[in-house]
């Protein structure tokens, strides 16, 4: 099977460096429909789905290749060798910065610098670290998930619910955003949310920027300073936003995030 | 609370709807919330407007699942619905299932979004019956899949046992067949020759044994029967057989040919065949009365039939008598086999492209036919 049909994989853009941009858990590529147009006409841009969200080839989802981020950390490691010309920025958001984090350590070469947007190395409180959850609360998402399946049995209908005013947004999108088989999807988020990358923060040496949101459930304020601290390169920014996608929600803000970032590394 | 307004007014749709109906920020915040809603979860509005915001009610799950599903899907669909989601009650102790309409809209140059939900406990209960018997479906699946190969797993380890204990016999059984012989010859006393012959027919049945057991494993291992197919002279081919059994049975073996005796077919294998089946006759059959073996050769087929008379194989018995391990009761534990050469005589028939079967009953006898189209 090829990587771009397994991913879906897309190219855009075109410049000196390429932008790999990797979506979160919950939806798909399209996610990234605000920052793509800011950044297409500077440089080549990757968009993929990991294997199991959106587009993506779900008879490739494997339950053990999956069972760790490693597996969608060596899915990623061969779309930047497929589809992307160094300088290789790597923007994760949310789980996926951890995914980009495992990649780069496993192939420094392959990444020049990465971009984390939302990330965190560990959801689950231990000790003195706050990560925002217990175990029971990710029960608790398990259990939301099984009971929504969103866009795989019924779907969002913007039609019917009154947004004509987005024509934008066509049947396409409406049927990819966030599908996910509900078996998969559960699985998915156990292996992120029982993540634990703690330990191989400092073995990233490559510049690395943090874009904290000053109110995200998902991944709290202390979680980007750990981060920052346990980073050796890396720089913490945190922006005005409330919830857990800076990106579609203050696209702007991430933006600039990312600019002075990139502009400082000499990109 | 206030005294309920008046049902027919424009505010109490809203208010009295059938539904929770509410306006929040975008940031979540209550907005606007009407009576049903507030009836639902115990509060009152002034506790939810400017106080709350709509994911406060969630469960922590929940509000994950609005992180990471919810608003997303908002900012880029601007709206959601058919969402699923626990709203905890005031009391702190209970939540209701709801399920959530959602639109992002614009409400005097700000950003707001419109939520409808109705609670959904019935659908809720029934869902997850489903979605648990769908889980014990799955386990169940799981574990007879596993049963399965298990099953499988000790099955091929058995026949293929028993494969190799019969190959590694034959060299020993071999060794006693051929010294048995020579001592045939040495020896001359008559009670000891008697005996030299008793472990020489011993000797013989053992030998047709283990081959048919590795014939067995062979067909059962999916491998099939293997044959080398020539021209030859059927009456001839069986003649030779019959010969062998004639020594220890005098007189009683008969052998009848029809048409000329050229056919195709392999010789090594209708002497086991023949073995087999005249073994059985003289077994089974009236220690008197004669067996008799016709072969018989057209340009369109050939047959070879083996008929004695005696007890007939009882009706149960008669049509799983070419399976394996399938033999009449009523023989004694001397003249028992372990079951396995009728099933070989079918397999031999088949690989000659034709078929075996028989005929039962107390007046005619018992007759096995093993019929093979020219091809």
């Given at each position: 099977m090829s990587?771009?049909?397994?991913?879906?994989?897309?190219?855009?853009?075109?410049?000196?460096?390429?932008?790999?941009?990797?979506h979160g858990f919950g939806c798909d590529q399209n996610m990234w429909r605000l920052l793509v147009p800011t950044y297409a006409d500077r440089f080549r841009i990757v968009l993929f789905d990991l294997v199991g969200s959106g587009g993506s080839d779900l008879t490739a989802f494997d339950v053990q290749k999956y069972a760790t981020l490693q597996g969608y950390a060596d899915d990623v490691l061969e779309i930047v060798e497929e589809f992307a010309s160094a300088p290789v920025i790597?923007?994760?958001?949310?789980?996926?910065?951890?995914?980009?984090?495992?990649?780069?350590?496993k192939a420094p070469a392959a990444f020049a610098g990465h971009v984390m947007i939302g990330p965190s190395p560990c959801y689950i409180n231990d000790g003195e670290y706050v990560g925002g959850f217990t175990r029971a609360d990710i029960e608790s998402?398990?259990?939301?998930?099984?009971s929504n399946y969103l866009g795989w049995s019924s779907n969002m209908a913007p039609a019917i619910m009154g947004a004509r005013e987005q024509p934008e947004l066509g049947i396409e999108l409406t049927n990819s955003f966030c599908r996910t088989d509900p078996e998969i999807a559960k699985h998915f988020a156990r292996v992120t949310f029982l993540s634990d990358h703690r330990a191989e923060l400092p073995q990233l040496?490559?510049?690395?920027?943090?874009?904290?949101?000053?109110?995200?459930?998902?991944?709290?304020?202390?979680?980007?300073?750990?981060?920052?601290?346990?980073?050796?390169?890396?720089?913490?920014?945190?922006?005005?936003?409330v919830g857990h996608c800076?990106?579609?929600?203050?696209?702007?803000?991430?933006a600039s995030a990312m600019d002075e970032f990139m502009a400082a590394q000499g990109w | 609370m206030a005294t309920p307004p008046d049902p027919n007014t424009e505010n109490s749709l809203f208010d009295r709807a059938p539904c929770g109906l509410m306006r929040c920020a975008e940031d979540g915040r209550f907005l606007l919330v009407n009576h049903t809603f507030c009836e639902w979860l115990g509060y009152d509005a002034e506790a939810l407007v400017g106080q709350l915001r709509f994911q406060d009610l969630l469960t922590v799950g929940g509000r994950i699942f609005h992180h990471t599903h919810w608003l997303p899907l908002l900012e880029m669909q601007r709206s959601i619905s058919e969402v699923k989601l626990e709203l905890k009650h005031r009391d702190g102790s209970t939540t209701l299932p709801m399920v959530v309409n959602a639109v992002l809209r614009m409400a005097d140059g700000v950003k707001v979004q419109d939520i409808a939900a109705y609670v959904a406990r019935d659908r809720d209960k029934y869902e997850r019956e489903l979605v648990s018997s769908r889980m014990k479906l799955q386990e169940?699946?799981?574990?007879?899949?596993?049963?399965?190969?298990?099953?499988?797993?000790?099955?091929?380890?058995?026949?293929q046992m028993i494969g190799i204990v019969s190959h590694d016999l034959r060299n020993p059984i071999s060794t006693i067949q051929m010294a048995t012989t020579l001592l045939q010859h040495a020896v001359v006393d008559k009670a000891q020759r008697s005996i030299v012959e008793r472990i020489f027919r011993s000797t013989q049945r053992a030998n047709r044994l283990l081959v048919d057991l590795l014939d067995f494993t062979q067909a059962r291992l999916g491998r099939g029967l293997s044959t080398t197919l020539q021209p030859i002279d059927l009456h001839s081919t069986i003649r030779e057989a019959i010969e062998e059994f004639s020594l220890n049975h005098p007189g009683r073996?008969?052998?009848?040919?029809?048409?000329?005796?050229?056919?195709?077919?392999?010789?090594?294998?209708?002497?086991?065949?023949?073995?087999?089946?005249?073994?059985?006759?003289?077994?089974?059959?009236?220690?008197e009365t004669p067996v008799t073996v016709t072969s018989r050769v057209s340009p369109q087929r050939f047959s070879i039939r083996v008929h004695n008379f005696g007890p007939p194989i009882p009706s149960a018995t008669l049509s799983k008598v070419f399976e394996p391990m399938t033999r009449g009761t009523t023989a004694t534990s001397v003249q028992r086999?372990?079951?396995?050469?009728?099933?070989?005589v079918r397999q031999i028939a088949q690989a000659h492209g034709g078929t075996a079967s028989v005929t039962s009953s107390a007046e005619h006898g018992t007759a096995f036919e093993i019929d093979v189209p020219s091809t």
């Open positions: 990587v771009a049909v397994r991913n879906r994989v897309r190219v855009v853009g075109s410049g000196k460096a390429t932008l790999v941009f990797a790597f923007v994760g958001h949310s789980v996926s910065a951890t995914i980009g984090i495992l990649a780069g350590i998402l398990l259990d939301t998930l099984e040496t490559a510049p690395a920027l943090i874009v904290q949101c000053n109110d995200d459930l998902i991944a709290p304020l202390t979680v980007g300073s750990y981060m920052q601290r346990k980073l050796p390169n890396g720089t913490l920014r945190v922006i005005d936003n800076p990106h579609l929600s203050s696209p702007g803000q991430c | 169940l699946v799981t574990e007879s899949k596993r049963l399965h190969e298990e099953a499988r797993d000790r099955a091929l380890f058995a026949e073996l008969q052998h009848a040919t029809v048409g000329e005796g050229a056919c195709t077919a392999d010789p090594n294998r209708l002497v086991q065949l023949v073995g087999n089946l005249v073994g059985n006759a003289l077994t089974y059959g009236n220690d086999s372990v079951g396995l050469g009728l099933f070989i």
